[in-house]
């Protein structure tokens, strides 16, 4: 019942969140999880907070999917971004030769960019570990749910 409330609370349509609100929405569901594991642990644990904490990971692992696939397009885009700056370059180098401050600039660009894909990727890798642990997570509270309706 309160983690039902708590995800009424938070609000379903993840499709038009930016990362950011996608983090606020994490927290607040790991707070709601800890809080039903917390209850659990003292002996509280019922069919009911089973059902309850099943209904928090499972709206954390579609979150967990969307960020993945923003994290995709991320790293994608600059990508491009990168391609984008070094053809720039190339053409700056055909024009005015290898020393401009043009170029110069455009590197930092360049290594700005890679480094932003350096940490996007490590990110995502991150989630992608915390995607598995919350779905084996998932798949021990179904079966605890199916040993209390037996």
Known sequence: MAGENLLINIGVNANLQSLHSINQEFRKLES?????????????????SYKDKQKLLTRET?????????????IQDTQNRIQSYKQKQDE?????GNHSKEI???DKKIQTAQSSI?????ELSNLENQFKSTTAEIENCNKVIENFSQ
């Not at 579609?62 to 991320?74: F, P, V």
């Not at 700056?92 to 005015?96: W, Y």
């Open 118 to 122: 350096n940490g996007y990727e490590v």
């Open 104 to 106: 110069e600039n455009l």
């Open 32 to 48: 709601g999880v800890k809080t039903l594991n917390a209850t659990m642990k003292s002996g509280q644990a019922s069919l009911e």
């Open 62 to 74: 579609e979150l967990q999917a969307e960020k993945m696939t923003r994290l995709k397009s991320k």
């Open 92 to 96: 700056l180098r055909q024009s005015t």
